[in-house]
């Protein structure tokens, strides 16, 4: 994008934009299936260069039974005919080049789908095989092996376990359809070595690592320890569960991203990878970008955070600390395709549309990289997804909702469903559409100077203007219920008390909202120079 010359690789203050391939934008087969492809994307890649991303992350587009909606890999190195084929992902990148973007796509190394070459393998073949041990098979405890192995639960809900005919068990920390597979054994590395030369061959700009933190388990597979109450990070006004967790983020993990690191620096253009790692806290997520390993980490602790300036302030300030004893540079994030979107999170309606704005105003003014989620730019709030169109695996899994309410497809233009998504008119895409979003449509925003999406794109330009380059020390304080930023010479305000406060002197650059008799207004936040 233009601004002054980058000091730092591209990725070091980039705005990342994600797609979700399956609700992006439909082209294919004509007149559209009502699921995204890669051909849509592509269409659609000139409306992200003038809202002025710097990239974007697609989520997996590889051979899958979707049964996760592609983080169930069948093949990695190719792609699932739902969405197109490896011709359409080099048009998308070449087009994506030409226009400035770069392209981060979906990598999933802790497990594959049942429906992969090496776990049929494994099903055909006895216990005790080498085709079992690329995945975490053991037998059963109790009277013949009629009990899991532990006692570990499955994020979907239920036991992390399932028995197949001859008495063993496999792991599956996610859906019985994505058996996790044993990362000791060396095969299991060097298939992952050659999946990402094969896309860093193709041109991709790097990778997002989907549960980064979870490759490696303890090797006695021990039970987890529940306390009845779980412990809290001590004086801390962000709550951090501090939990045994014998699956998840284990040391030998960092020797896979260590290996990652060497192959990413063997290719020219400043490869990169960013760690999609849930750690507990903001040291932990630090280690994973580490010289040596993964270029980023998500903060997940912005996502997280209540709508308080003291909160706010204290993960700003603990997120640089953690980062810079790591030489790198944060990145923050409000939503994603696994959480609920932030405008809902933050109340709903007007308020929370007007807390996601000033939230994303004070987020794009810090230092580091931001992650936009699709559907933020338009002020999407979470869908109740009616039970029978709803298609999470968890809500099968549990009965709760899950995912899908932020996954609805986008509304492109017109009056009614699937508003220019792709299909036929009146029809609705994979999962339904509201029928009062047509104010929220991208051709009704494009309209509107006031709208979200214009807000976005002002947004976007006065961050490359303002903050590009600025590698000053940046710090977080509160005075009263005001988040105060200082960072380039700018004073950063974000009022998330219930009453106006007064506006520092100066000029006001942009704001979240208007500021009426020059006070700053309670959900609300601006620039001043």
């Known amino acids: 994008m233009s601004g002054p010359e980058r000091s730092h690789p591209w990725w070091y203050d980039a705005v990342v934009y994600q797609v979700y391939v399956r609700s992006f934008a439909d082209a294919m087969p004509a007149p559209g299936d009502g699921i995204g492809d890669l051909p849509g994307i592509t269409s659609r890649l000139p409306y992200l260069r003038e809202l002025g991303v710097d990239a974007l992350w697609i989520t997996p587009f590889y051979t899958s039974p979707q049964k996760d909606h592609g983080y169930d890999v069948a093949d990695y190195t190719d792609v699932d005919p739902l969405f197109g ?17 770069r392209v981060i796509v979906d990598l999933v190394p802790n497990h594959t789908s049942d429906q992969h070459a090496w776990f049929r393998a494994a099903l055909a073949a006895a216990p005790g095989s080498k085709e079992r041990a690329r995945y975490i098979f053991r037998p059963g405890r109790g009277k013949d092996g009629a009990e899991p192995p532990n006692n570990w639960d499955s994020i979907f809900g239920g036991p992390a ?137 998500f903060n997940f602790g912005w996502l997280g955070t209540p709508w308080s300036a003291e909160a706010f302030a204290e993960v700003v300030n603990d997120s640089i600390a953690a980062v810079a004893a790591a030489a790198s540079a944060p990145t923050w994030v409000l939503s994603n395709h696994d959480v609920e979107r932030h405008p809902t999170r933050y109340g709903g309606g007007p308020v929370g549309l007007a807390r996601g704005r000033a939230a994303t105003l004070a987020m794009l003014a810090l230092p580091g990289s931001a992650y936009l989620y699709q559907g933020e730019e338009l002020g999407l709030e979470q869908v109740d997804v009616p039970p029978e169109a709803r298609q999470d695996p968890s809500w099968f899994r549990t009965g709760k909702p899950g995912r899908d309410g932020c996954r609805v497809p986008l509304p492109w233009s017109g009056d009614a469903p699937p508003y220019g998504f792709g299909g036929p008119a009146g029809t609705q895409p994979w999962i339904p559409q509201p029928a009062d ?89 601006a620039w001043i120079r």
């Open 85 to 101: 084929t490896l011709d359409d992902i080099d048009r998308l990148l070449e087009t994506a080049h030409g226009l400035g973007l």
């Open 161 to 297: 376990w399932t028995r197949v005919p001859d008495g063993e068990w496999y792991l599956h920390l996610f859906d019985t359809s994505q058996p996790d597979l044993d990362w000791r054994n060396p095969e299991v590395g060097d298939m992952f070595e050659g999946v990402l030369r094969f896309w860093l061959d193709r041109g991709v700009d790097g990778f997002r690592v989907d549960v980064a933190h979870g490759l490696y388990k303890e090797a006695s597979l021990r039970d987890q320890v529940r306390p009845k109450k779980a412990k809290k990070s001590a004086e801390s006004m962000v709550e951090r569960v501090l939990n045994d967790e014998p699956m998840w983020d284990q040391p030998e993990v960092h020797d896979v991203y260590r290996r990652w690191r060497e192959v990413l620096d063997s290719y020219p253009g400043d490869r990169m990878a960013v760690a999609e790692a849930w750690t507990q806290t903001a040291a932990s997520m630090a280690m994973f970008i580490r010289p040596d390993e993964l270029h980023q980490a």
């Open 437 to 525: 979003w047509a104010p929220l449509t991208v051709a009704a925003q494009d309209a509107d100077p006031d709208s979200t999406l214009a807000f976005y794109k002002r947004a976007l330009t006065a961050r490359r203007e303002v903050f590009a380059g600025a590698d000053e020390e940046t710090v977080a304080h509160v005075d009263g219920d005001v988040l105060v930023v200082r960072r380039a010479g700018v004073s950063v305000v974000l009022n998330a008390g219930t009453y106006p406060a007064a506006l520092p002197e100066g000029e006001v650059l942009i704001s979240s909202g208007p500021l009426p008799g020059g006070v700053l207004p309670p959900d609300t936040a």
